[in-house]
T-cell receptor
Framework: DGGITQSPKYLFRKEGQNVTLSCEQN?????MYWYRQDPGQGLRLIYY???????QKGDIAEGYSVSREKKESFPLTVTSAQKNPTAFYLC???????????????FGAGTRLSVL | GIQVEQSPPDLILQEGANSTLRCNFS?????LQWFHQNPWGQLINLFY???GTKQNGRLSATTVATERYSLLYISSSQTTDSGVYFC?????????????FGQGTILTVHP
């Protein structure tokens, strides 16, 4: 089945620990995104990547890092510098590459991160 | 950046009722999309509607880009329509990937 796979579904982080959330897509989409959702809130953009080996900071990038070494994969690392990491993290992708206007976004099922 | 305001914030309906959700933007937007988030957190794209009107079954959406708003209509609501509805758009001139989301409308449909 084509889609976006996020893992794990639930993740617990100890203080001072870095954790990595996985996002894989087999839709052949150029662009990928990471969002954070806090309870009762909308989605806020953390990082996005329009093409392999390139990524841009979103609105709340501090305390997070990403890489885009393969078209299919866009992992997000929540570093120890992120002091309030408890949230629901959503990964998305869209077909559009640089210069393309169409940007319909498709989402994974999400990862719930909690702090121990 | 642009501001996205959704109304109402909460909506409770009896099964079979109709409803209208609204999304206002502080500036012109493109790539306007409506999403439904189910109680398990999964977001599904309902409409890509930068302008005009589209229909998909019991759902339809209208965007009036010149007046910076979009409406989502749900007819003959069902319990499975429950969840959170988000609209999102991209401000003109910004990087194409950067959608800004509203705070959402929480819809509860009772049997």
């Amino acid at each position: 089945d084509g889609g976006i796979t996020q893992s794990p579904k639930y993740l617990f982080r100890k203080e001072g620990q870095n954790v990595t959330l996985s996002c894989e897509q087999n839709l052949n989409h150029d662009a990928m995104y990471w969002y954070r959702q806090d309870p009762g809130q909308g989605l806020r953009l953390i990082y996005y990547s329009q093409i392999v080996n390139d990524f841009q900071k979103g609105d709340i990038a501090e305390g997070y890092s990403v890489s885009r070494e393969k078209k299919e994969s866009f992992p997000l690392t929540v570093t120890s510098a992120q002091k309030n990491p408890t949230a629901f993290y959503l990964c998305a992708s869209s077909i559009g590459g640089p210069g393309q206007g169409l940007n319909i976004q498709y989402f994974g099922a999400g990862t719930r991160l909690s702090v121990l | 950046g642009i501001q996205v305001e959704q109304s109402p914030p909460d909506l409770i309906l009896q099964e079979g009722a109709n409803s209208t959700l609204r999304c206002n933007f502080s500036d012109s937007v493109n790539n306007l999309q409506w999403f439904h988030q189910n109680p398990w957190g999964q977001l599904i794209n309902l409409f890509y509607i930068p302008s005009g009107t589209k229909q998909n079954g019991r759902l339809s959406a209208t965007t009036v880009a010149t007046e910076r708003y979009s409406l989502l209509y749900i007819s003959s609501s069902q319990t499975t329509d429950s969840g959170v509805y988000f609209c999102a758009g991209r401000a003109g001139g910004t990087s194409y990937g950067k959608l800004t989301f509203g705070q959402g409308t929480i819809l509860t449909v009772h049997p």
